[in-house]
């Protein structure tokens, strides 16, 4: 009954590889997210999507690819990773004349080797 | 950077002291609000003030808001161990509303309350 879940919780892998993380949402939320938090846990936006539409493309580089298949879901694929793509990366959503409160995932915490 | 920063990194106090946490933002705000992070979880919205709001009560929480110095700050009452946690300030632009919204967070605070 959880109410952002994404998964996998950790993600370990090598430099070169592609990996998705999922993220999925039963709150009947229409905007979802995906944040970044670095080791000094500094968090930060990286994309938003609105009912399956994007909203906010916060400069990523072009290897994150999120992608929405309903507005219950948002995943994010990473090609190529790379050393510095090491962090914990949360999926938040929030609701319709709400957008400001977010609800965030547990978490998934990705180290590159 | 827009960037907020928090004050202090870490602060360690006794159980049923209280505990105050104040965050500095550079940008005009619709709204700012206070979330906590327990190790290795995410994000729990804790309470929301808007720009023309001065204070706000939530249970044993208490946030103030000076939109002159752009600083907010979170008073937690009666701590407890439970309470231990990262406190992070997240800001709202206000030329960013409704479905477009993206909060910008601070450095946050690490509380430890001992028991």
């Known amino acids: 009954d959880t109410a952002v879940s994404q998964t996998p919780k950790y993600l370990v892998t090598q430099m070169g590889n592609d990996k998705s993380i999922k993220c999925e949402q039963n709150?009947?939320?229409?905007?979802m997210y995906w944040y970044k938090q670095d080791s000094k846990k500094f968090l930060k936006i990286m994309f938003s999507y609105n009912n399956k539409e994007l909203i906010i493309n916060e400069t990523v580089p072009n290897r994150f690819s999120p992608k929405s298949p309903d507005k219950a879901h948002l995943n994010l694929h990473i090609n190529s990773l790379e050393l510095g793509d090491s962090a914990v990366y949360f999926c938040?959503?929030?609701?319709?004349?709400?957008?400001?409160?977010?609800?965030f995932g547990s978490g998934t915490q990705l180290s590159v080797l | 950077s827009q960037q907020g920063e928090e004050d202090p990194q870490a602060l360690s106090i006794q159980e049923g002291e209280n505990a105050t946490m104040n965050c500095s933002y550079k940008t005009s705000i619709n709204n700012l609000q206070w979330y906590r992070q327990n190790s290795g979880r995410g994000l729990v919205h804790l309470i929301l003030i808007r720009s023309n709001e001065r204070e706000k009560h939530s249970g044993r929480l208490r946030v103030t808001l000076d939109t002159s110095k752009k600083s907010s700050s979170l008073l937690i009452t009666a701590s407890r161990a439970a309470d231990t946690a990262s406190y992070f300030c997240a800001t709202g632009d206000m030329n960013y509303g409704g479905a477009t919204n993206k909060l910008i967070f601070g450095t946050g605070t690490l509380l430890a309350v001992q028991p």
């Open positions: 709150l009947g939320h229409d905007t």
């Open positions: 938040a959503s929030s609701p319709w004349g709400e957008e400001e409160k977010l609800f």
